[in-house]
């Protein structure tokens, strides 16, 4: 398994609890989340199983990490985006849509591996449900409620199309879909 630098993280090699969080995202990613174990973890990570229990004491508290990182990483992306972008009234709107459609830090994956999982739970969907209550407010300012909401909807629909697999859109029509939303999340288009 490749290691790889997660945002805020520093130079060098990553957290022990970083290599685990790893190891269990490649595990729920290629066998489901219902095979996430301590052991497997600590055989993806190469580490004890006493070593994950010291982080994760039990798959609950695995499962909590992994929502959170994601939640982390959406945030991120998102911040990412905004800071390529010039400081105007629609720059968080616009930045959410170029974070979900684009996916830059492969958090994709992840989500829907675990979204099974995380939807039969409620104390894990609680995370996910405080992200999305304080999403919509913070992504809205500046542009009218109606315009970020259809934005907002649209942009999580094409992400869950895609997400399982069942989009209909041809690579030209997502495209032209894109940068429709992009249009309509910098206020500069309108629904043909």
Request: charged letters at 25%.
């Amino acid at each position: 398994m490749t290691k790889t630098r997660r945002p805020g993280q520093g130079p060098g090699r990553p957290s022990s609890r970083d290599a685990m969080l790893d190891a269990a995202e490649a595990i729920v990613v290629a066998h489901g989340a219902v095979r996430l174990t301590l052991d497997a973890v600590a055989r993806e990570a190469g580490v004890s199983k006493g070593g994950v229990m010291y982080h994760f004491p039990s798959k609950n508290a695995l499962l909590e990490a992994l929502v959170s990182r994601a939640v982390e990483r959406s945030h991120a992306a998102r911040e990412a985006q905004a800071d390529k972008l010039p400081d105007a009234p629609a720059r968080a709107l616009h930045a959410y849509v170029r974070a979900s459609i684009n996916d830059p830090l492969h958090n994709d994956r992840v989500s829907g591996a675990l979204l099974s999982v995380v939807a039969s739970d409620p104390k894990l969907m609680a995370p996910v449900r405080d992200f999305f209550r304080k999403r919509l407010p913070a992504i809205s300012e500046g542009v009218p409620f109606e315009r970020a909401a259809l934005v907002h909807l649209a942009t999580e629909g094409l992400w869950l199309m895609e997400l399982f697999r069942v989009s209909p859109f041809t690579r030209a029509q997502r495209a032209r879909i894109k940068d429709l939303l992009t249009r309509l999340a910098t206020g500069g288009g309108q629904v043909p």
